[in-house]
């Protein structure tokens, strides 16, 4: 179950393992993604920590670690083509998956419903 | 009045009519009262002819290049400027055009920038170039910063070596970031001392910075230098014009190279504008860490081939406080000076140049050595500057320069009190044969 | 156009070096060059012809009509630039001794006092090559002296959301926090917010004024007795000093640092991008902590001023950009303190014209009061139609105008800055009128040609992804 945060993260917990990316709200805000500052695998993050970025024509944008942990493994179909993000930013264009340190941190962020409901308030 | 504003009175009724306002003053209504001027203290306008006249009688009060030899560099050089340079970049569409934010109307100023990147990058054999900062100093200064950002360390190490008024400018732009700056020391060739870099490198050090010819004149060891610094960013300030000759910094590990475009076609100017130049090794992390405009390639709708700026997320009109650095404008128009400069030139001519440059230099050195007034302090290789020390009184040899017709070296004191009686001297393609005799003839006959 | 590298053959000369008249000298190989650089191989006239083609690509402001808001796109004067090229300007090396460059000593001193005179300060710098230069080191300025207070705690620049992106990177370089203050719904600093943002960690806030959407802040007495109560000094962004000359000065308006914008109000030429100047005015309490050398006078004579106890230091190597600096001269003494006075009251003429004109065709967000030298307009409701700013922007080329500023300030949606600057007659703005009219008409009608503009450019629309995407940043 995927579950998201404010900054327009998402974490999808499997296990030990969270597949985290950017929202698809994210995307649309970005337009083209052209490419992807992706994070060193090894690498130890803090939740609410920026561990990555995307960029943009126009923007680039910090990407928050939604959990805290290790990342294991980065999807590295993104530095050929960055796109992905923008065709499918919750599936095949996910960024990271972080061996999660601290599972609680979980029952933190927001579900689909109160994500969806947060973005159409703040518009 | 003057010839540029074109407002007639009827102009200004008819337009105060449109807006619906009485006066000019109402216009300025919403400036707090008791604030409002309503004249500056300055003297009324004047016409062309008199503006000119004073100015003149400015200009003409300064010794200049046109009635005085000059053997005088230490980072702004006289060198030989081909005349086809001014008749290009006075034309109106390119001085008087603006940014490129509208590519489709700038392709000009797009394609002119393209070239510069390409012609900076084949002299100083790196991958990528940006379209230009301010100057040499500045430039270097955020090649500091970006090396820091990139290796999040914060030590910098700068050769004692690189002229000392950028390694001043790099001192005020560290502060903000907390970048610590330390010295490596010269040893009796006027090159680097590798001892002294061994001894000062550690994992916090973010880059190593080294002056190519150095602030001396002296050609520095670029290739062993680099076999010290491991992962360390290897920092070079080199002299673009000396490029034709010398090996490119590129080819030796450099990382990042910067300098100051003024030798290539820009005159003196009293040391401004010319512009910095910014060249990085391909890297694509690197890259976006860079400071400053970048020109890209890309295609029109029709599939027409143009250029537009690019990478531009990392620039302040988009990343604000994120951005790599604050610069917006940059010095454009002094980039075109250069790639004219370049593309008359070639490579032969560059190397030509160079050669020249090499030569009287040597010429210059010999033959004040032969004088038995001065010697030279460093043995190391030199391009088209030397220090040599002197017996004879500077300030007479100056003032007696001078009266020759003679701008004479600078005296070292001046920046470096440690260094009394030494002189840096420059020679290079616009000194004849017989300027360099004469200088030799009114130091014998002092 | 092909590149000058595609018009390149083997063995061809555009420049002879002069002839060596002296003993060759044979470099070591170990410094020589390996393999030549590839830079053209073309004669003097294939240079000319290039580079002239390259020009006739370009638009400029000796071409037409450059309405960029906060650029201040004024007509460049031919007299500055023949006055910037006569040889004793040019001619003239940095460290030759100071009396064999008097004459250039006194114009850089002239100009400092006229700078001073125009915005009320009191001490003033030339060195710094841009607007953000000056920005960087107005800030430093600020910086240097609050730590000489040992005053540690002020980590803190307030920013308005309408700001030109230079002053959040400003601070950021000078290691300090942009703290946003929004802007309230007339387009001004919000008082209130400012009162609970201010603090003991407040260093000072950069103001552009008039602002970025051409409105004078008429609290703005208010606000520095706010942040001054606080502590903290204040900054003037000097982009907009075109609409204030001889109207009022920064200086009597509590300001403490003040930045100009030669190539901007000193009609200094843009060239495609640079060099301009930016020089840097202060209040008396700050004249020791001014970036060195400054330009001094002893009796009759000039000389450079390195005597400030805490200065900064250097932002760059030698002194400014002296032709840039001769130029603006120039220019002040062609308009003298009437003249200036006069271009203010022109180009905020000029603005308000074009904005009640433009007012019955597009959306003028903050119209309740004059505008001073730009105003903005927004096509908002042509997104209806399918139709963006930038759209809108692109069929303008078309037309032969230049767009004004698009997207700029960030605080208003899809809109466009305009400034026409006091150098354009009633019959430019006229047309440009009309020409807006027409496109808004064309968005509704048949907005295609909009959205698929520019038609008849030398290119047309250009894929800015693929340009960041596949880098190509040089010719290979």
Known sequence: MKKYLKTHEWAELNGKIATVGISNHAQEQLGDVVYVNLPEVGKTVKAGEVFCSVESVKSASDVYAPVSGKIKEVNKALESTPELINKSAEGDGWIAKIEVSNPKEFDNLLDKDAYDKFVKDSE | MDSYIPHTSQDVNEMLEAIGVKDIDSLFSTIPAEKRIDSIDLPGGMDEFSVLSELRKMAYTNASADKYSYFLGAGIYNHVIPSAISQIVSRGDFYTAYTPYQAEVSQGTLQSLFEFQTMICEITGMGIANASMYDGASALAEAVLMASRYTQKYRALIADTVHPEYVETVKTYVVGPGIKIESISHDETGMVSVKDLRSKIDDKTACVVVQYPNFYGIIEDLKVIKENLGDILFIVVANPISLGILEAPGKLGADIVVGDGQPLGIPMNLGGPAFGFFAIREDQKLVRTMPGRIIGETVDVEGKRGFVMTLQAREQHIRREKATSNICSNHALGTLYASVYLSLLGPEGLKEIGELNLSKSHYLLEKLEETGHFKRVFYGEFFNEFVARTDLDVKKLQKTLFKNKIIGPLDVSRLD????????????????????????????AM | MELIFEISTAGRRGFIPPKLDVKGYNLSNKFKRSTPPRLPEVTEGEVVRHYTNLSRLN??????????????????????????????????????????MQGALEIMYNLQEALKVISGMDAMTLQPAAGAHGEFTGIAIIRAYHRFRKDFKRDEMIIPDSAHGTNPATATMNGYKAIEIKSDKNGMVDIDELKKIVSDRTAGIMLTNPNTLGLFDEHILEIAEIVHNAGGLLYYDGANLNAIMGKVRPGDLGFDVVHFNLHKTFSTPHGMGGPGAGPIGVKKFLESFLPVPTVGKRGEKYFFDYSHKHSIGR???????????????????????????????MAVLNANYLKAKISKILKVPYDTRPCMHEFVATTEPLLEHGVKALDFVKRMLDYGVHPPTVYFPLIVHEDLMIEPTETESKKTLDKFVEVIDKITKEAKENPKLLIEAPHVTPVRRLDDVRAAKQLILRWK
């Not at chain 2, 440690?418 to 014998?444: P, R, Y």
């Not at chain 3, 960029?68 to 040019?90: H, I, Q, V, W």
């Open chain 3, 59 to 100: 638009y400029a402001v000796d071409v037409g009509f450059y309405p960029l808001g906060s650029c201040t796109m004024k007509y460049n004067p031919k007299l500055n630039e023949y006055a910037a090229s006569l040889d004793g300007f040019s001619k003239i090396h940095p460290y030759q001794d100071e009396s064999s």
């Open chain 3, 315 to 345: 932002v760059r190597s030698f002194y400014g950009n002296f032709s840039v600096l001769v130029k603006a001269y120039a220019y002040i003494l062609t308009m003298g303190g009437d003249g200036l006075k006069r271009a203010s009251e």
């Open chain 2, 417 to 444: 009190k440690g260094m009394q009686k030494h002189l840096l001297f420059c020679a290079t393609e616009a000194n004849t044969k017989e300027e360099i005799d004469k200088l030799i003839s009114v130091v014998e």
